[in-house]
């Protein structure tokens, strides 16, 4: 699209140089798999270049504009961070004052209301790259709106189109790792996220590669989650006990049927055992939450030291060999760290070898923690993670040893602070 007089678009060449760095670089940089998937973002173009034409359009070319010049400016050239900017703002105005027009969604043709969705989603991913801790609720109420259309329970038997499955994909990704999940729910109902995702089991994806299936469970996490935390320091009846650890049970015996699948799938499919180590690592990370933030385990619990051992393990090792995964594991780093340890004394602590066994080492969970915030942070360049790595710090601060409850929700609280862990 041309540069517009009537809009801030800039001119036509340096479009031209912003998309090519989102079709080059940003696009591989953020797909789960370079290889598997080089364009983590061609449903986002394709989607963009047919419905140039109506406003819906419109805002999903400046999305896409806003947030490949915000990366380029968090990755050192500033001449971007005014166009950016400014496309984010008058592009988010477009796409929510056009849904605030339409009394019902429904109503209005498939192909307007998915580039709806992919402009809001494209959205999120710019606020998320600024760093925003604010204002994401208007952009989730809309996408809860469009989803309730697009993707309905009935008509999960019959699948969905490529495109069409990448845009669900991509907003159960942002949901999942959003703290709005803890206190509104889920943007897709679980049940049809879960029967949708059902339909492409064992295919790898854009952003979450074998492990969509395990964020149809989080919801269910962060529901509990958050009926623990609300609970605070009240006293528990002996129904309540029994009701929470028993939800949390099920949930564990849940994400251990999801590893057996994925321990037989590997053996019957060799070809897919890199795309274990993420898959791994996002169960770990779930059974963390489950142990600390609805059982209330503290970090120095030796069951809880043993996962974060092994989420930290295949998190380096997933880094060290460019394995799929690692830039999708922000959450994983984020609830790792969380639920780490310093150790008691000056002793040496332990870490695990790749035999399986165990090396000492001065290197503590936390510090190990640490070095992958650093090269996350390094290399994806989107602020959020500097933002999460602050709710961990004042964790840190708040529980020394690792030998309290620290509830991450109360920190965020205190912080007042929206934030997706995408």
């Known amino acids: 699209m041309p540069g517009d007089s009537s809009s801030t678009l800039p001119d036509g060449t340096?479009?031209?140089?912003?998309?090519?760095y989102f079709r080059d670089q940003l696009a591989s940089l953020l797909s789960y798999d370079q290889v598997l998937f080089p364009n983590a973002f061609h449903a986002f173009n394709a989607t963009a270049s047919a419905n140039i034409g109506n406003s819906a359009g419109r805002a999903l070319h400046y999305g896409i504009l806003a947030l490949a010049s915000r990366h380029m400016f968090n990755k050192g050239q500033l001449c971007y961070e005014r166009i950016s900017e400014q496309l984010g703002v008058e592009g988010s105005a477009i796409v929510l004052q056009r849904l605030k027009d339409i009394p019902k969604v429904e109503e209005i043709a498939e192909e307007e209301s998915i580039t709806l969705l992919a402009g809001l989603l494209m959205f999120v991913m710019y606020k998320i790259c600024r760093g925003d801790v604010w204002g994401f609720e208007s952009y989730?109420?809309?996408l809860k709106r469009l989803c309730a259309a697009l993707f309905t329970l009935e008509q999960a038997p019959k699948g969905l189109s490529n495109t069409k499955f990448s845009f669900l994909e991509?907003?159960?990704?942002?949901?999942?790792?959003?703290?709005?999940?803890?206190?509104?729910?889920?943007?897709?109902?679980?049940?049809v996220s879960a029967a949708y995702t059902n339909t492409q089991r064992?295919?790898?994806?854009?952003?979450?590669?074998?492990?969509?299936?395990?964020?149809?469970?989080?919801?269910?996490?962060?529901?509990?989650?958050?009926q623990s935390w609300a609970h605070g320091n009240a006293k528990w009846t002996d129904q309540e006990l029994v009701e929470i650890v028993s939800k949390a049970e099920n949930l564990e015996a849940t994400l251990?049927?999801?590893?057996?699948?994925?321990?037989n799938f590997v053996r019957d499919r060799p070809d897919m055992a890199s795309h274990r180590y993420f898959h791994d690592a996002f169960r770990i990370a779930c059974l963390l939450q489950i142990k600390c933030f609805i059982l209330c385990l503290p970090p120095d619990a030796l069951s809880v030291r043993l996962l974060v051992r092994n989420a930290l393990s295949l998190l380096e090792t997933m880094e060290v060999l460019n394995?799929?995964?690692?830039?999708?594991?922000?959450?994983?780093?984020?609830?790792?760290?969380?639920?780490?340890?310093?150790?008691?004394?000056?002793?040496?602590?332990t870490t695990p070898t790749n035999r399986g066994g165990s090396r000492e080492s001065n290197v503590s969970d936390r510090q190990r923690a640490s070095k992958l915030y650093t090269t996350a942070i390094d290399k994806l360049a989107f602020l959020n993670m500097s933002r999460s790595r602050q709710i961990v710090q004042r964790l840190w601060d708040q529980n020394q040893g690792g030998r309290l409850s620290v509830h991450w929700l109360d920190i965020l609280a205190d912080f007042d602070w929206e934030i997706i862990f995408a």
Not at 176 to 181: A, E, M, R
């Open 14 to 20: 340096t479009q031209a140089q912003i998309l090519q």
């Open 140 to 142: 989730f109420t809309q």
């Open 170 to 191: 991509n907003v159960m990704y942002h949901d999942i790792y959003g703290c709005s999940l803890y206190a509104q729910g889920p943007a897709v109902d679980p049940e």
């Open 202 to 226: 064992g295919i790898p994806h854009a952003l979450t590669g074998l492990a969509l299936p395990l964020y149809c469970i989080l919801p269910r996490i962060a529901k509990l989650v958050n």
């Open 256 to 263: 251990e049927k999801e590893r057996i699948w994925l321990e």
């Open 323 to 349: 394995l799929p995964g690692f830039v999708s594991s922000h959450w994983i780093i984020f609830t790792a760290s969380i639920c780490s340890t310093l150790p008691k004394d000056n002793r040496p602590d």
